[in-house]
Antibody
């Protein structure tokens, strides 16, 4: 079975940094696009960033320049480096796997909570 | 404001059918056959229930069906069951600005 396990969420002050990780198992990690999607408390889903199996990256406008998505295929791990965090970055961050281009986000992790507050 | 527009809520009685709309533009829904739908129960991660406009992943009930016409996509739940009460999100690939994926604002389905 495909499993995605996020970690790294925490309480951080505005302007601070945080690095999220997501370990994948049960599939050939390097063959799949991977994504980060977040959900602010009581709000809807918001796509944050994505990375192809070969490392091509793309970002939502609101996080470009202060979030960086990356992956280590040798460790089946996806990362999200978050810098200059703002209160509005607060939420649950999910990692998700794309089976193939256009297939949608087939598998999701359980999420990790990021709280940005002073 | 979400890139795709969904009604905030839809309700129905057990056994009824309901339809959730999702309206976008020619840069997203109208331009790609990559529309997905997700179901999310409270406190849980979203689950893919429809991909590529109208494909149901293995294990998803046949009571869920979907379609697309122009810039508008729709999800229909037939034979509404209590366990269908959840939030539903549409999503599409997009070429608008530099976004790659956009979501709708979500629709709360209530089973009366």
């Amino acid at each position: 079975d495909v499993q995605l396990l996020e970690s790294g969420g925490d309480l951080v002050q505005p302007g601070g940094s945080l690095r999220l990780s997501c370990v994948g198992s049960g599939f050939t990690f390097r063959s799949h696009g991977m994504y980060w999607v977040r959900q602010a408390p009581g709000k809807g889903l918001e796509w944050v960033a994505g990375i192809s199996g070969s490392g091509y990256t793309f970002y939502a406008d609101g996080v470009k320049g202060h979030f960086t998505i990356s992956r280590d295929n040798s460790k089946s791990t996806l990362f999200l480096q978050m810098n200059s965090l703002r209160v509005e970055d607060t939420g649950v961050y999910y990692c998700a796997q794309e089976n193939y281009y256009g297939s949608g986000l087939d598998h999701w992790g359980q999420g990790t909570l990021v709280t940005v507050a002073s | 404001q979400s890139a795709l527009t969904q009604p905030a809520s839809v309700s129905g009685s057990p056994g009824q059918s309901i339809t959730i709309s999702c309206t976008g533009t020619s840069s997203d829904i109208g331009g790609y056959d990559y529309v997905s739908w997700y179901q999310q129960h409270p406190g849980k991660a979203p689950q893919l229930i429809i991909s590529e406009v109208n494909n149901r992943p293995s294990g998803v009930s046949s009571r869920f069906s979907a379609s697309k016409f122009g810039n508008r996509a729709s999800l229909t739940i037939s034979g509404l069951q209590p366990e269908d009460e959840a939030d539903y999100y549409c999503s599409s690939y997009t070429s608008r600005n530099t976004l790659h994926v956009v979501f709708g604002g979500g629709t709360k389905v209530t089973v009366l």
